[in-house]
């Protein structure tokens, strides 16, 4: 059941990916609020290491971009890759209205919570490369582990194809390309 502000919380995520068939296995942890904690505490987790960022431009066009922790993202020059305007941090209280979590618990699974579909999903080419990808459920205390694929038909089903862009690179003009999942 969902709360009473209408967003889902870990157990409703995971009742989700249950029914869509996704196994996840997820690991519990203290609150780790950036890459440099999650590093430190994470053990021997296997498969991609990941961040999220919630952005918006200036007409409050609003991207989840999720990326392997060590990628290096160009706020500067990503808009004109994606078809934005500047791109800026979305506030806290947006992040919370929009997509239910709390800084430090950025996660694309929280699109599960985007029910007016306002965000769109940019995911960093690199992730594709990994057959395992690593997320917070919602919330800094642990890390839930899911396939590609099974992450791929999650995104599918709440209505958020995420747009793949080698994000490193989207700094040297020429050598970009964008495709959408579907």
Known sequence: MLGLDMTAARDEL????????????????????T??????????????HTKSLFLKCKKDRLWLLVALESTQVNLKTLHQHIGSGRLSFASA?????ILGVEPG?????????????????????????F???????????????ISREGFMRFLD????????LPVEQQGNAGTDSVRLMH
């Open 131 to 145: 057959e395992r990808l690593n997320f917070h459920p919602l919330v800094n205390t642990a890390t839930t582990g």
């Open 35 to 48: 890459v440099e904690q999650s590093k430190a505490l994470r053990g021997e987790i296997p498969g991609a």
């Open 157 to 164: 089903d709440s209505g958020h194809p995420a747009t793949i």
């Open 105 to 129: 618990s950025v996660t694309p699974f929280a699109i599960i919570n985007d029910k007016q579909n306002q965000v769109c999903v940019i995911l960093d080419e690199a992730l594709l490369d």
């Open 93 to 97: 209280d947006m992040l919370h209205k």
């Open 14 to 33: 995971f009742t989700r990916l249950d029914a869509l068939g996704i196994a996840t296995q997820t690991v519990e942890h203290p609150p780790l609020f």
